[in-house]
């Protein structure tokens, strides 16, 4: 399956923060939330793809803060993935991914200087000064046992 990333370059950006500790306890939020320019360019690429049936988001170790977000067209979902349908597009979350994930919101952006993704990850610590890599709590403690 060809590389989403060949199509638009790094997967995405992370901004830290999100809910507060005490606020995320209190709800269980959604897996991950996509946003309305986010299908539309997900949508776009799968024009181009007609065999696959949504993207396929995971994490890989790598970046120098640990984690970086990876994107595929997927042209089904695998056993034990997540599923986020949203506006008209499907992303299948890797199992390995979920619980980095929990609660992220997905946008794209598009700018003067560039077009990406952009993950608005509230479990992300940490982020390198590209913000394409990030490391969370969990990531760190394992890490450091």
């Not at 979902?77 to 979920?98: L, M, Q, T, Y």
């Amino acid at each position: 399956v060809e590389d989403v990333q060949a199509a638009m370059g790094a997967a995405g950006k992370v901004v830290v923060g999100g809910a507060s500790r005490l606020a995320r306890m209190r709800e269980r939020p959604a897996l991950m939330q996509l946003s309305e320019a986010a299908a539309a360019r997900i949508s776009e690429l799968l024009r181009n793809k007609p065999e696959a049936k949504g993207v396929r988001l995971g994490i890989k170790s790598r970046g120098c803060n640990g984690m970086s977000y990876t994107m595929n067209y997927a042209e089904e979902k695998k056993p034990a993935e997540e599923e986020v349908a949203s506006h008209g597009v499907r992303v299948f979350v890797e199992p390995k991914a979920v619980m980095h994930i929990v609660g992220t919101q997905m946008d794209f952006v598009e700018d003067d200087i560039a077009s990406e993704f952009v993950f608005h990850n509230p479990n992300a610590t940490g982020t390198c000064g590209c913000g394409e890599s990030f490391t969370t709590k969990e990531q760190a403690e394992k890490d450091l046992g």
